[in-house]
């Protein structure tokens, strides 16, 4: 069966197609500046890639596009083919704890929580319309980021805030990055072949998360009411004291949507660095010794290690340690960084296999005496997206 595991953003639009359940890939792509001038897309076919301008003036153009590159490459014969589309969708309130079939009423539900992802929601659901009409028979399937997280218990979710903001605003935790926690904790399970297990996912990308997975649930996770929470990130502050927002908009005349930006955008890395958000640009300018290049390793390191030591107490102890995501997958130094400091935990990295594991592959870093596994699980949010599609059709 043919599935499409799809990721609209407001000018982009990726996808893979799947086999299923072989879950093989049989195409994937990825259109870039959607509604902007001097928009492309390219696609990966056979391990060649392939790019060509094209006017894409909104999504719909996009995914006319895509399909008349499926027939054209005979990835499908004809539409009927296209059993179902699975949609990544960024927010799904505390409503949505499971992906879902999506019909007009539940998308128009899903547009209430806009406000809760105005950035994201929007486009997603967009995109949803577009394979809507252009692909009338599939099964349209939305997955949310929020879902996997809807396990935590409430006096882990709630703000020690008045009651108010939550019940009337929902302000509480939501959780993001869920399919890539649910993908790896999942994989680690098998690997350990075992169906009980504490493990810790550390989701370190551009922005990062990590989760506390008992048994396959998930009791807290870093990321809060925005993805703004918790450890520090390429460009994101994490965590910061609130006070710091009306201490500065009285200093400056920043307002709050210029704090906004600073604490999404310009903070993180890239604020203490002053150089990039991107970690390998930091690492060349650690190579010249560059002190806040060097401070903001260590600043990233601290946070990341807190919220294991917390974890590890509230899971009781943990099976496994698994490292995804850009920096997770590729930056060996920043594990080993992480890892040493775990070591009153009886948690020991092998640095040589540990500097061997980049790029996609995946398995186990740790020392055979270490008390827990510490795995790298390159991260696939895509096959999660086509087995819940699968499974739901
Ligand atoms: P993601 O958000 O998961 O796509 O991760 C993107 C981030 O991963 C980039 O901004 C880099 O900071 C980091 N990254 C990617 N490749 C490498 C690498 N080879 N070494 C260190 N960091 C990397």
New binding site residues.
């Given amino acids: 069966m043919k599935i499409l595991s799809v990721n609209a953003g407001s000018s982009s639009l990726k996808f893979q197609m799947y086999e299923m359940p072989e879950e093989n890939v049989l195409i994937s792509g990825v259109f870039e500046r959607i509604g902007i001038e001097n928009s492309f897309y390219t696609i990966k076919i056979n391990g060649e890639k392939i790019q060509k301008n094209a006017n894409l003036e909104n999504h719909e153009v996009a995914v006319n596009i895509l399909i008349n590159e499926l027939l054209d490459n005979n990835i499908i014969n004809s539409l009927d083919e296209i059993k179902g589309v699975g949609h990544r969708i960024v927010h799904g309130g505390d409503k949505y704890s499971k992906s879902i079939v999506l019909n007009d009423e539940i998308l128009k539900d899903i547009s209430t929580l806009n406000e809760l992802a105005p950035l994201h929601n929007p486009a997603n659901i967009s995109g949803v319309y577009a394979f809507m009409k252009q692909i009338p028979n599939a099964i349209q399937v939305g997955c949310f980021d929020t879902a996997f997280h809807q396990t935590i218990k409430e006096d882990r979710y709630r703000y020690a805030v008045p009651d108010e903001w939550y019940t009337k605003y929902g302000v509480r935790k939501y959780g993001f990055h869920g399919m890539s926690h649910k993908y790896v904790s999942e994989k680690v399970m098998e690997l350990l072949d075992k169906d009980l297990a504490n493990v810790i996912v550390c ?5 990062g998360s990590i989760s506390a997975i008992r048994d396959g649930r998930c009791i807290d996770t870093t990321m809060g009411f925005t993805p703004n929470a918790g450890i520090v990130m ?1 460009s994101r502050s994490g965590d910061i004291d609130y006070g710091i927002i009306p201490y500065m908009m009285n200093k400056t005349n920043m307002s709050i949507s210029d704090i906004d930006n600073a604490l999404n955008k310009q903070s993180g ?1 890239l604020g203490i660095s002053s150089v990039s ?4 640009d930091i ?1 060349a300018k650690i190579a010249e010794k560059h002190k806040p290049s060097i401070l903001a390793h260590h600043l990233y390191v601290n946070s990341i290690v807190g919220y294991i030591a917390k974890y590890y107490v509230e899971l009781g102890g943990v099976d496994a340690i698994a490292f995804t ?3 997770g ?3 060996p130094h ?1 594990r080993r960084m992480v890892v040493d400091r775990l070591s009153c935990l009886g948690i020991k990295i092998d640095r040589e296999k540990n500097d061997e594991f ?2 996609g592959k995946e398995g186990i870093v740790s020392t055979p005496d270490s008390t827990a596994k510490v795995f790298v699980i390159p ?1 696939d949010e895509e096959v999660v997206i086509a087995r819940d599609t699968y499974s739901l059709i």
């Fill in positions: 989701h370190l990308g551009n922005g390429g890395m958000s991107d970690f390998r690492d995501a850009g920096v997958e590729n930056a920043i980049r790029f991260t």
